[in-house]
């Protein structure tokens, strides 16, 4: 069975600064002595076992040890209310990694799933801002970071990272998140955005 998934990808993580996660490919320690995550998925197109997937909104909620290699992670997924039970069926065989794409390569990280819900959600994306919130009890916002000479956003590459190997870096001015059993909340902490694509 072939698959695709593609859009905007946006991510706040708990750390103080560019989340060496990334940049390390797992191999360097958050900068807190945990690691909690969301990263939101907006597919413009898609399609998994014939159920068309564009317009779904998804965010996957993290909470892991510093050391994200060290696995034992705790995973939930918040879809947005529009979602049908069918896409939510398929996104959950996605989700298990049973059907390949980057969720195959990091199952073997996780070791609780606390299933998926249901909320409200916004993406809000305006020239170099965004502004993410899930229900009223997930809100962060941010803006892309650039190059003060060239005005042209600043990015990393070449790491290994479920939304791809480019990211652009961003300055989350504000969060405060509580879902699914996880939270923290701070200013100035790591996010990233890009567009993504997967596929099996």
Same mark, same amino acid.
């Given at each position: ?7 905007d990808?946006?991510e ?5 600064n ?7 490919s ?5 900068t807190?002595?945990?690691c909690?995550?969301n990263?939101a ?12 997937m564009s317009?779904?909104?998804f965010v996957?909620?993290?909470?892991s ?12 997924v %918040?879809?947005?209310e529009s ?8 996104? $959950? *065989?996605?989700? +298990? #990694?049973?059907?390949?794409g ?18 409200p ?18 809100e ?6 650039t ?9 990393i590459?070449?790491?290994m990272?479920?939304?791809g ?6 300055? %989350?001015?504000?969060s405060?998140?509580s ?6 909340? $701070? *200013?100035n902490? +790591? #996010?990233?955005?890009?567009?993504f694509?997967?596929?099996?």
């Amino acid at each position: 069975m072939s698959w695709f998934l593609k859009g905007d990808y946006y991510e706040n993580c708990s750390c103080t600064n560019t989340c060496p996660c990334t940049w390390s490919s797992m191999s360097a320690p958050a900068t807190n002595d945990y690691c909690r995550a969301n990263l939101a998925f907006k597919v413009s197109e898609g399609e998994v076992n014939g159920i068309n997937m564009s317009g779904l909104v998804f965010v996957i909620i993290i909470d892991s040890p510093p050391l994200m290699s060290d696995g034992g992670w705790k995973v939930g997924v %918040v879809v947005s209310e529009s979602t049908t039970d069918e896409q939510m069926g398929a996104l $959950g *065989e996605v989700m +298990s #990694g049973d059907i390949g794409g980057p969720a195959a390569m990091l199952k073997d990280m996780i070791g609780e799933m606390l299933g998926m819900e249901r909320h409200p959600v916004s993406i809000d994306a305006k020239g170099n801002d965004f502004h993410i919130t899930i229900g009223q009890s997930f809100e962060y916002n941010a803006t892309i970071i650039t190059n003060p000479m060239t005005e042209e956003p600043v990015k990393i590459v070449g790491m290994m990272h479920p939304a791809g190997d480019e990211l652009t870096l961003a300055n %989350v001015h504000k969060s405060n998140a509580s879902i699914m059993g996880v939270s923290f909340s $701070g *200013e100035n902490l +790591s #996010g990233y955005t890009s567009q993504f694509s997967w596929a099996a």
